[in-house]
């Protein structure tokens, strides 16, 4: 099993920045890659950015590329999401999530076998 608790979502008003951080206990040898996907009010839960744990290949949807870079530090088995120039389209909840063998591809949510709680992130116009 893993363990993922995400940290760092609040409230920043648009053209801000803020850094998520996801940080994986347990069976952490086991993860091939690890994602961050979102769910913003009334949609459903969309692919934001992945990155491969090994050799830190990074993916990204084209809504944040250019804005948003993912990270991680596997020292600490902590993944990253440094988010600048926030627009109030970005408002979600923000889950990481870890997969130990990528099969369908690496932007599927059904892919993943670990999901984080989930911590907000709101964008004010």
């Known amino acids: 099993q893993v363990q993922l608790v995400e940290s760092g979502g609040g409230l920043v008003q648009t053209g801000g920045s803020l850094r998520l951080s996801c940080a994986a206990s347990?069976?952490?040898?086991?993860?091939?890659?690890m994602g961050w996907f979102r769910q913003g009010p009334g949609k459903e839960r969309e692919f934001v950015a992945a990155?491969?744990?090994?050799?830190?290949?990074?993916f990204y949807a084209d809504s944040v590329k250019g804005r948003f870079t993912i990270s991680r530090d596997n020292g600490k088995n902590t993944m990253y999401l440094q988010m600048n120039s926030l627009k109030p389209e970005d408002t979600a909840v923000y889950y990481c999530?870890?997969?130990?063998?990528?099969?369908?591809?690496?932007?599927?949510?059904?892919?993943?076998?670990?999901w984080g709680q989930g911590t907000q992130v709101t964008v004010s116009s």
């Open positions: 999530a870890a997969d130990r063998y990528i099969r369908l591809g690496i932007r599927r949510d059904q892919d993943y076998d670990y």
């Open positions: 990155i491969k744990w090994g050799g830190g290949t990074t």
């Open positions: 347990g069976r952490t040898f086991s993860i091939d890659a």
